[in-house]
């Protein structure tokens, strides 16, 4: 209990400053959200007058006039309250904008997890029981090589190949927009099938964690206990993954939490070259049309989700590790 209120309190006191960097960073880009809209306002043939601007502000909850420490007040308050504001590019409470987006996120980001690090795992325990052959030559260069390509490139060149030219898979979209979004298997087969590519090019570039896990793994098989297994005849499966692979997972669940904010961030690059309308399309938008509120709510989901990661991944390893629990005692 000790340690979990010890681990809590830093959390909480990182997402203080989170949430204070979440308000300051929009407001150091160069534009303002009102200007913006008044801008494209202008453009449509709109009349602009002081009334309207007022009204404008009152809308959407911003004035330049305001002392920056009274819309940071106001800004603390709201995250409590759920009062999100309204995005000025969307013209939506921010909320609903980012509930539809986040369930096309978690959903690409969910499958992608799960996918790599299941696969970078098991691979990682493979290839090095098997070090020196073949094989362990061939999975870690492969690796090595697929996860430098940068994720600009390796989106564009799935694009490029399998969409573009090819025309095997959809350009954009997370599924037909012929179709109504139901619980049907049509439905379903349609973004599971838009899925494929943004997925893909997300699961190539996590392909770098065999290397990780193949050595955390080779660390541990040289240690007293693995040579004592074997010597008392214990079959080499169960000393591959009941002895070994457990504790050679420990570091991986840390780097997995660490992870999760490069994963999203790799997710906004993978959506916008994708056209897929998940968080990263939404904020892309957002931040061109200079939106506070939506960028502001953006920024505090991610924090959100990466501490709670983080804190998790805090839990499992002091569940996992006699160490850990030995250092309290």
């Known amino acids: 209990m000790r340690y979990a209120l010890t681990r809590l309190s830093f959390y909480i006191v990182a997402f203080i400053i989170a949430i204070a960097l979440n308000f300051f960073l929009p407001r150091m880009m160069p534009g303002d959200p009102i200007q913006s809209f008044i801008g494209r306002l202008v453009q449509n043939g709109g009349a602009v007058t002081p009334e309207t601007i007022a ?7 911003y004035s330049s006039s305001t002392p920056l420490f009274q819309q940071f007040i106001g800004y603390v308050g709201s995250i409590f309250s759920g009062e999100w504001g309204v995005s000025t590019r969307f013209f939506q409470p921010v909320t609903d904008v980012l509930g539809r987006a986040s369930m096309w996120t978690l959903l690409l980001v969910g499958l992608n997890i799960l996918i790599s ?39 564009l060149v ?11 898979f959809p350009t954009g979209y997370a ?8 619980f049907s298997w049509e439905w379903i087969s349609s973004v599971l099938y838009h899925l494929i590519l943004p997925l893909s090019a997300m699961v190539l570039l996590g392909l770098g964690g065999v290397m990780g896990m193949r050595s955390n793994m080779i660390n541990q098989l040289g240690e007293d206990y693995i040579v004592m297994g074997w010597a008392k005849g214990v ?11 457990r504790n050679a997972m420990l570091p991986m669940i840390t780097s997995f939490a660490m992870s999760i904010g490069m ?13 897929y309308p998940g968080l990263g399309q939404v904020i892309f938008q957002a931040m061109m049309s200079r939106d506070y509120p939506l960028i502001q709510g953006y920024l505090l ?24 629990r030995g250092q309290l005692n």
Do not use: C, Q
């Not at 694009?159 to 573009?164: D, E, N, R």
């Open 263 to 275: 994963v999203f961030g790799g997710s906004l690059i993978i959506e916008i070259i994708f056209n």
């Open 158 to 168: 799935l694009y490029f190949i399998f969409a573009s030219h090819l025309e095997w």
């Open 117 to 155: 690090y299941t696969v970078t795992t098991f691979a990682g325990i493979y290839v090095a029981w098997k070090r020196g052959s073949k094989r362990d030559g061939i999975i870690t260069i492969a690796s090595v090589v697929i996860s430098s390509i940068p994720g600009v490139v390796m989106a």
């Open 235 to 245: 079959e080499d499966k169960k000393v591959m993954l009941s002895y070994g692979a």
């Open 55 to 61: 009204a404008i502000e009152a809308l959407y909850g």
């Open 175 to 182: 599924y037909d927009p012929k179709l109504d979004p139901e």
């Open 301 to 324: 989901i991610m924090t959100i989700m990466v501490l709670t990661a983080n804190f998790v991944a805090d839990m499992l390893l002091f569940l996992l590790d006699p160490r850990l």
